[in-house]
């Protein structure tokens, strides 16, 4: 089976502060894709940044970034320069050899100005 | 770009009513669309897939005579809900990729919340 765990259900930080958000799966797949996607209180669905297992480079989208360790199955977030904006549920996701995506429990992060 | 739009936003209704929903992609087409539910303070939770001119797949769980799916056309899905009671109140959100493959990102609209009294 396979399955996304978020550690994390709640965080806030400081504004302008880093914070990273952890994503651990697990999956017998040699190649599949991950994603970031974080969700305001206006419960629009956006994505933030995108990973392909088989590349070894971590991600970067502007502020966000990525640490992706495949061995660990692991897939953090980092948001650098927090802004209040940044206030939202964040989930991962994964496509595991199939169309479908399989999310995470989330993590609610909160920006404190 | 891949925009999806999804109407209505919000609906209210009685127990025994059907209800539809609508899921678009407004500058793409899309083969597969996804239908969510969600519900407070937890993740989504895939309730099917559906393909444009063939019948929807359903994960376990979930009854298809109670949430109808139809994709008549590459840029519009519909999710109806059929004689929709008060443990159907949710919030359900559509999804589209813009290019098939495992790679694409889904595309979400902006959700429906559905309140039956």
């Known amino acids: 089976a396979q399955t996304v765990t978020q550690s994390q259900p709640e965080m806030s930080v400081q504004e302008a502060e880093t914070v990273t958000l952890s994503c651990t799966y697990d999956t017998s797949e040699s190649n599949y894709y991950l994603f970031w996607y974080k969700q305001p209180p206006s419960r629009q669905m956006i994505l933030v940044i995108r990973?392909?297992?088989?590349?070894?480079q971590n991600a970067t989208e502007n502020r966000f970034s990525v640490n992706f360790q495949k061995a660990a199955k692991s897939f953090s977030l980092k948001i650098s320069d927090s802004q209040l904006g940044d206030t939202a549920m964040y989930f991962c996701a994964f496509n595991f050899g199939n169309e479908k995506l399989t999310f995470g429990t989330g993590t609610r992060l909160t920006i404190i100005p | 770009g891949a925009v999806v739009s999804q109407h209505p936003s919000r609906v209210i209704c009685k127990s025994g009513t059907s209800v539809k929903i609508e899921c678009r992609s407004l500058?793409?087409?899309?083969?597969?669309m996804f239908w969510y539910r969600q519900f407070p303070k937890q993740s989504l939770m895939l309730m099917a897939t559906?393909?444009?001119?063939?019948?929807?797949?359903?994960e376990q769980g979930v009854e298809k005579d109670k949430f109808l799916i139809n994709h008549a056309s590459l840029t519009l899905s519909t999710l109806t809900v059929t004689s929709a009671h008060p443990e159907d109140s949710s919030f359900y959100i559509c999804?589209?990729?813009?290019?098939?493959?495992?790679?694409?990102?889904?595309?979400f609209g902006d959700g429906t919340r559905l309140s039956i009294l």
């Open positions: 500058d793409f087409q899309a083969t597969t």
């Open positions: 559906s393909n444009e001119g063939s019948k929807a797949t359903y």
């Open positions: 990973q392909e297992a088989y590349k070894q």
């Open positions: 999804s589209a990729r813009v290019e098939q493959g495992k790679n694409q990102p889904q595309h």
